[in-house]
């Protein structure tokens, strides 16, 4: 063979060498892209399934009480498709491990039932962000068939006479949150749509599931009736401080409402946690958030909680409003001689609150004609992580014509907001005026109509906000990272 058919030969092998090589690259990118695909792929049905599985077993095996009464005869829903959820918690021991005992230097304590936290959890039909309203333990009310007592006496009430006629446990604690429907709905007229019993180690277990949540006292906390021993500033609690937290009520100033404010405090920096982690979207951490709710529920068969649950994944903290039952604060009594400290309801401030809770109009305030500013006093209240922001507003309303009194801050919300007393409507309308966009509170306690600045950014006119919060403005929310939202910086502030 001549050396150029050689070289035309060798030309030959060597390319198609280099093609079978390319080949074989490009065979084995393939595969490897195949591999690729097919563990992507596996993740992707082992994480779904195991998030399934931990809805699946999740629902399976929360217990079940009996469901809730149907609306009597003629009497139709009064918030149509909201609906309203009571939320007890009891103070059972049942189910709780020897460890667990120990840490809460609690008994296994089978002889009495105590129901000291009530709630009501109000989710509007059409996505509107939820209100949850608590009712004092101590409130003073008829509870049907058995006269005037404290609200939480309903619940046990109910609990023992059905076990005094042989029910089982089960069927004797959907007995006690009968008899508190029954109560709630005869003071509120409100219809309970769903209940959810939680017991004493709710709180132990979901604070651990969480890792802890960040709280802030005004002042050092020692008490050895709950067990707390927190200092004065922030602290990270969980198990056996997170429930002694949420019960202390000795040595605070206003009792059982400063232990109200204690437990919506913690629910919202629980909530802030939960959802700024992306909790309820890793299923991971969902699982063992699961576990731990789920040990510590009795809920109503209608009940469909994962549909609730992920209702609240789409919310921040400060879209969920808290709010307390109106009432005129604590007072003594004497009930046949006897000496009784109780929580005065304000009957007449209810109506009001439910229009409101319900989101339909205060027909006082419709009414109600605006007044003159020189005749307004207002306290300001900043709602927001941006300093001062409460100060300015407070000098532009005075550059308007109106007085300020208490300048401060206030627990994180999502839109600013007038509040407003009974006799306070027509200052309110006049205030509402001054700061477009401000959505009206009635608030029954409030001492003079009061300006609360949201993380919408709603301002006074005039009021220029830093450039970071505008920008925020024109985005509407800022997810701000749940590190920098913890510890000092948060917008829940300190209580006592």
């Not at 304590?109 to 209100?131: I, R």
């Not at 232990?259 to 909530?271: D, T």
């Not at 400060?318 to 009930?335: C, E, H, Q, W």
């Not at 409101?356 to 500013?373: H, I, N, V």
Request: glycine share 8%; hydrophobic share 45%.
């Amino acid at each position: 063979m001549s050396s150029p058919a050689r070289g035309t030969a060798l030309r030959a092998i060597a390319s198609r060498a280099t093609a079978l090589r390319r080949g074989a690259v490009r065979h084995r990118t393939r595969v490897l892209a195949r591999a690729t695909c097919a563990l992507v792929s596996l993740l992707v049905i082992v994480v779904s399934g195991m998030a399934w599985a931990s809805y699946k077993h999740f629902t399976a095996s929360i217990p079940h009480g009996l469901p809730v009464p149907p609306l009597a005869h003629g009497r139709t829903d009064p918030d149509g498709a909201d609906q309203d959820i009571l939320l007890v918690g009891d103070d059972t021991r049942a189910g709780a491990t020897p460890a667990e005992l120990r840490a809460l230097r609690a008994g296994r304590d089978q002889t009495t039932v105590n129901a000291d936290t009530m709630m009501v959890l109000h989710v509007p039909a059409d996505g509107s962000p939820p209100s949850i309203v608590s009712f004092p333990r101590d409130s003073w009310v008829v509870i049907p068939g058995h006269g005037h007592n404290k609200i939480n006496a309903a619940y046990p009430i109910g609990y023992n006479a059905a076990r005094a006629k042989g029910a089982g446990e089960r069927q004797a604690e959907s007995a006690g949150i009968d008899l508190t429907i029954a109560t709630i709905e005869r003071l509120t007229g409100l219809y309970i749509d769903h209940y959810m019993q939680v017991d004493l180690l709710g709180f132990y277990r979901i604070s651990e599931a969480i890792g802890g949540v960040r709280v802030c006292l005004k002042a050092p906390a020692h008490d050895h009736y709950s067990g707390i021993d927190l200092p004065k500033g922030w602290s990270t609690i969980e198990g056996t401080q997170a429930l002694a937290f949420v019960r202390q009520r000795h040595g605070l100033p206003q009792g059982d409402l400063d232990r109200i404010k204690r437990q919506q405090y913690f629910l919202r920096a629980a909530f802030e946690k939960i959802t700024s982690a992306g909790m309820l979207l890793n299923p991971f951490k969902m699982h063992a958030l699961l576990s731990a709710v789920g040990r510590s529920l009795l809920i109503d068969p209608d009940l469909d909680i994962i549909s609730l649950a992920r209702q609240f994944a789409s919310l921040t903290a400060g879209s969920v409003r808290f709010a307390t039952l109106p009432n005129d604060g604590p007072a003594m009594i004497y009930p046949d001689g006897v000496a009784t400290s109780i929580v005065r309801v304000d009957r007449a401030a209810i109506p009001a609150f439910i229009t409101q809770l319900e989101g339909r109009t205060d027909p006082a305030l419709s009414a109600a004609k605006a007044a003159a500013p020189a005749t307004v006093t207002v306290d300001v209240r900043n709602a927001t992580s941006v300093p001062r922001l409460a100060a300015r507003d407070a000098t532009a309303l005075e550059h308007l014509g109106y007085h300020t009194a208490e300048i401060g801050s206030a627990p994180a919300t999502g839109a600013t907001t007038v509040q407003y007393a009974r006799g306070q409507e027509a200052a309110a309308k006049a205030l509402l005026a001054a700061v477009p966009g401000a959505k009206a509170e009635f608030t029954p306690n409030a001492p003079r109509v009061t300006l609360v600045i949201g993380s919408n950014r709603v301002v006074v006119p005039g009021v220029r906000l830093p450039a970071a919060a505008r920008a925020v403005r024109r985005h509407h929310a800022r997810r701000t990272h749940p590190h920098r939202r913890q510890g000092g910086g948060t917008g829940l502030g300190c209580i006592y």
